[in-house]
C-alpha cells in the first residue's frame, strides 16, 4: 500500500504546530481563522532548533492561540452587535413611544457570554423590568471612596450574580480606578486639563461610580498600562504579572457584559425619552474603542466606531432640534442640564453627563475623521460638524431669546483644542479631504472624472489650511501664543487652571501646525497621486520633519501618530533614518497607543517602495492604512 507523501511546503506554524497545512500564500487558512504568525521561507527559522527555542516557540504560541480566542469571542459578540444598531435607525425613529420588537431586542441574547473566559459561566442576569431597577449588591466589609458600579447603588441594569466577578476586592477596585483617574487618563488625554472652576474631571469620577461598561473597561485599561511598567521592573515577580494578566482578561469580559445589557436597554427603552441613558451608553462603547486601539486589540474598533456613531446619530436627531425646528448641540446639553437651571450658567461649571457629553463628542469627532481616511469613506458623523466644529450658528433667533450668562452661547460649540490639542479647522479640513478622495475615486470608478472640478473642491480645502498656518507661523514668530500673566482676582486661578502639566508636552499651536501640514500633505496626495518625488509633497514632508524635530521630546508622538505616519510614508530614503530615531528616542513609551502600528505602517511601505513605484495609481494613503491587513485607526 503506497504511503501519502506529506507535503513540506506548508508554512513554518503548522509544521511546529503539527498541523495539516493548506499552503495558502500569503497566509494559510488555518493561520488566517487563528490569527497567528503565519510564516513561509525557504530558511528553517532558528527557533525551529528541534530543542529548546522550538519548545519555548510552540508553548507561546499555545498561549497566542488562547489570547487570539478571547479576541474572536469578541468579535462574534460585536458583530451581533452591528447587526442590532443597523435596526436601530428602524427601531428609534419612531415617534411612539412603542418599545422596540422583541427578536430585535433578542438578536444577541444575554447568554451569549465569552464561553472559554476566566469569568465563570454559570452565573445567570435577570433582565425582568423589575430587576432593571434593583441591582443585588454583593456583601462588602470595606468601605472605599470608589464604588464599584457592581454593587447596585446606581444605574437601572441588574448586576451580573457573584460568580461572574472578578475576584479583585473593592479596595483593589479603588486602588485601580484611582489609578486610572491619576495616571493612565491624563496620559491618553494630556491637553485636557479642564479647569479648576470647572471642578476638573469630577465628571469622570461619577462616571465610573455609574457606568459598569466604562468602569471595568477603565480598569482593564489601568491593569494593562501597570503590567506594562511591571514589564520593565527587573525584579517584578512573575506572580504580578500573572495576576495582572488574568485581571486584565476578566475585566475586559465584564465591560463587554455590561455594554451588552446596556445596550439591550436602550434599544427595548428607546433613544427618545432615554437621553442620559443613551448619552452613558455611548460613552461605553467610546471608551471600550480607546481601550482596544491602546492595547493594540486587532480590527475591534470598526465596529465599536460604528455603533458609538449610530448612537450619536440617533440623540441628534431626537434632542439637538431647537423650538424653531433648527439643529443646535447645545440643546441637547440643555436637557442634561442640572436643575433648578433650564440652561447652564457662565458661573456654573457643566453637569457630569454635561461634561461626559462633551468629552466623548469631542472623541468621536476626532475618531471617526480620522478613521475615514483609512476607510475611504466619508466621516459618518460630518453632517453634524457645521453645528458643532464651526463658529457660525444658523440659528441666530433662538440665541437671541437666551439670556446672555448662558454657556451654551460660547461658540464653537465643541472646541477641539481643549480635549485633543488641535484646533477645529484642522479636523474638519482631513475630514473634507477624505470625502473629497472618496468622490475621486466614486467619479474615477464611474469613468467621470473632470480634474478641472477636482481642483475646484480642493481649492478652498487648501486656502483655509494654508491662511490659517500663516496665521500659527507668525502667531509663533511673535510670541503671542506663550502664556500670558494675570492680575487682580484671576491671579490665584491661573495656578488652577489645568493648563499645567507634570508631563513636558509641547503646545496646542505646534501640535496644530503639524496636523494641518500633514493635512496639507495628504490633500496633495489626492490631487497628485502617489508621487513622493513631486516638489510639493517634498516641501510638505520636509517642513512637517522641521517641526517635529523641534518637539520637546520624542514621547510628544504620542498625540502626532497620524501625521507622524502621513509624513512617514511619503519620506524618502534618506529620510527614514529621522522616524527611525524618534521612535527609539520614546524608549518604553513607544509600547502604548498607536505609534507601533504608525512606524509599522511606514516600514512596510518602505520596504515595498520598488513594488509601489511600479503600480503608483494603486497605491494611496489608505493603502497604506490598510498595509498590515486591517484598517489602523492611529489616534
Known amino acids: 500500500m503506497a504511503t501519502k507523501i506529506r507535503s513540506s511546503g506548508g508554512c513554518w506554524t503548522c509544521r511546529l504546530r503539527r498541523k495539516k497545512c493548506d499552503e495558502e500564500r500569503p497566509l494559510c487558512k488555518g493561520c488566517l481563522a487563528l490569527e497567528i504568525d503565519c510564516l513561509y521561507s525557504e530558511e528553517k527559522p532558528?527557533?525551529?532548533?528541534?530543542?529548546?527555542?522550538?519548545?519555548q516557540r510552540a508553548e507561546w504560541l499555545k498561549k497566542e492561540v488562547k489570547?487570539?480566542?478571547?479576541?474572536?469571542?469578541?468579535?462574534?459578540?460585536?458583530?451581533?452587535?452591528?447587526?442590532?444598531?443597523?435596526?436601530?435607525?428602524?427601531?428609534?425613529?419612531?415617534?411612539?413611544?412603542?418599545?422596540?420588537?422583541k427578536n430585535l431586542v433578542n438578536t444577541v441574547p444575554v447568554s451569549a457570554r465569552l464561553s472559554d473566559?476566566?469569568?465563570?459561566?454559570?452565573?445567570?442576569?435577570?433582565?425582568?423590568?423589575?430587576?432593571?431597577?434593583?441591582?443585588?449588591?454583593?456583601?462588602?466589609?470595606?468601605?472605599?471612596?470608589?464604588?464599584s458600579p457592581d454593587d447596585g447603588r446606581s444605574g437601572r441594569l441588574p448586576s451580573p450574580s457573584l460568580d461572574?466577578?472578578?475576584?479583585?476586592?473593592?479596595?483593589?477596585?479603588?486602588h485601580s480606578a484611582m489609578m486610572y483617574l491619576d495616571y493612565v487618563f491624563p496620559f491618553l488625554f494630556p491637553y485636557y486639563r479642564p479647569s479648576f472652576a470647572d471642578v476638573g474631571r469630577g465628571w469622570l469620577l461619577v462616571l465610573l461610580t455609574k457606568n459598569k461598561a466604562l468602569f471595568h473597561s477603565a480598569l482593564s485599561l489601568a491593569g494593562y498600562f501597570y503590567g506594562i511598567v511591571l514589564g520593565h521592573i527587573q525584579d517584578a515577580p512573575r506572580a504580578c504579572h500573572d495576576h495582572n494578566a488574568e485581571v486584565l482578561h476578566e475585566r475586559q469580559g465584564l465591560a463587554l457584559q455590561w455594554l451588552q445589557l446596556e445596550m439591550q436597554d436602550i434599544i427595548t427603552r428607546g433613544v427618545k425619552g432615554n437621553l442620559r441613558e443613551a448619552n452613558r451608553v455611548m460613552a461605553s462603547i467610546i471608551q471600550l474603542m480607546t481601550c482596544d486601539v491602546a492595547i493594540a486589540k486587532p480590527?475591534?474598533?470598526?465596529?465599536?466606531?460604528?455603533?458609538?456613531?449610530?448612537?450619536?446619530?440617533?440623540?441628534?436627531?431626537?434632542?439637538?432640534?431647537?423650538?424653531?425646528?433648527t439643529i443646535c448641540f447645545m440643546a441637547v446639553l440643555l436637557q442634561l442640564g442640572s436643575r433648578p437651571f433650564s440652561w447652564t450658567p457662565k458661573?456654573?461649571?457643566?453637569?457630569?453627563?454635561?461634561?461626559?457629553?462633551?468629552?466623548?463628542?469631542?472623541?468621536?469627532?476626532?475618531?471617526?475623521?480620522?478613521?475615514?481616511?483609512?476607510?475611504?469613506?466619508?466621516?459618518?458623523?460630518?453632517?453634524?460638524?457645521?453645528?458643532?466644529?464651526?463658529?457660525?450658528?444658523?440659528?441666530?433667533?433662538?440665541?437671541?431669546?437666551?439670556?446672555?450668562?448662558?454657556?451654551?452661547?460660547?461658540?464653537?460649540?465643541?472646541?477641539?483644542?481643549?480635549?485633543?490639542?488641535?484646533?477645529?479647522?484642522?479636523?474638519?479640513?482631513?475630514?473634507?479631504?477624505?470625502?473629497?478622495d472618496h468622490w475621486k475615486k466614486e467619479m474615477k470608478r464611474a469613468g467621470s472624472l473632470s480634474f478641472t472640478q477636482l481642483l475646484t473642491r480642493a481649492a478652498p480645502i487648501a486656502q483655509r489650511l494654508r491662511t490659517c498656518l500663516q496665521a500659527l507661523e507668525e502667531t509663533t514668530r511673535t510670541g503671542q501664543g506663550g502664556p500670558a500673566s494675570v492680575d487682580g482676582p484671576q491671579h490665584l486661578l491661573q495656578y488652577f487652571a489645568g493648563s499645567f502639566s507634570p508631563q513636558l508636552m509641547h503646545g496646542v499651536t505646534l501640535n496644530t501646525r503639524i496636523w494641518a501640514q500633514a493635512a496639507l500633505t495628504y490633500l496633495s496626495l489626492v490631487l497628485s497621486g502617489w508621487q513622493p518625488s513631486c516638489p510639493e509633497i517634498q516641501h510638505s514632508v520636509a517642513k512637517t520633519i522641521d517641526m517635529l524635530q523641534s518637539l520637546p521630546s520624542p514621547d510628544c508622538l504620542r498625540t502626532l501618530v497620524w501625521p507622524f505616519t502621513v509624513t512617514g510614508c511619503l519620506a524618502s530614503r534618506c529620510q527614514e533614518q529621522i522616524f527611525r530615531d524618534m521612535v527609539d528616542g520614546m524608549?518604553?513609551?513607544?509600547?502604548?497607543?498607536?505609534?507601533?502600528?504608525?512606524?509599522?505602517i511606514m516600514c512596510r511601505v518602505w520596504e515595498n517602495r520598488a513594488e509601489i513605484d511600479e503600480h503608483p495609481d494603486q497605491w494611496d494613503l489608505a493603502a497604506c492604512l490598510n498595509c498590515l491587513s486591517q484598517p489602523a485607526l492611529l489616534i
Open 117 to 147: 473566559s476566566s469569568t465563570p459561566r454559570h452565573g445567570t442576569l435577570d433582565t425582568t423590568p423589575n430587576s432593571a431597577s434593583h441591582g443585588a449588591t454583593p456583601p462588602s466589609d470595606t468601605s472605599v471612596s470608589v464604588p
Open 299 to 325: 480590527g475591534n474598533w470598526v465596529m465599536h466606531l460604528s455603533a458609538a456613531t449610530e448612537l450619536f446619530n440617533e440623540i441628534m436627531k431626537h434632542h439637538a432640534a431647537t423650538p424653531h425646528g
Open 347 to 436: 458661573s456654573h461649571p457643566w453637569g457630569s453627563d454635561q461634561a461626559t457629553l462633551r468629552f466623548f463628542t469631542a472623541q468621536l469627532l476626532f475618531f471617526d475623521t480620522l478613521a475615514s481616511t483609512a476607510l475611504q469613506q466619508p466621516p459618518r458623523l460630518q453632517q453634524w460638524h457645521q453645528y458643532l466644529l464651526t463658529t457660525l450658528d444658523d440659528d441666530e433667533e433662538t440665541r437671541r431669546h437666551w439670556p446672555d450668562s448662558e454657556k451654551e452661547q460660547t461658540l464653537p460649540h465643541i472646541n477641539l483644542q481643549e480635549f485633543l490639542g488641535v484646533e477645529n479647522w484642522v479636523i474638519a479640513s482631513i475630514a473634507e479631504i477624505a470625502t473629497l
Open 67 to 101: 489570547r487570539k480566542a478571547a479576541h474572536r469571542r469578541e468579535l462574534r459578540f460585536l458583530q451581533g452587535l452591528e447587526v442590532r444598531l443597523e435596526s436601530l435607525d428602524a427601531s428609534l425613529t419612531d415617534d411612539s413611544d412603542t418599545p422596540a420588537p
Open 46 to 55: 532558528d527557533w525551529m532548533d528541534g530543542g529548546e527555542k522550538q519548545k
Open 164 to 174: 461572574l466577578r472578578p475576584t479583585l476586592s473593592q479596595e483593589e477596585e479603588a
Open 587 to 600: 524608549g518604553p513609551l513607544k509600547v502604548f497607543g498607536t505609534i507601533r502600528e504608525g512606524f509599522a
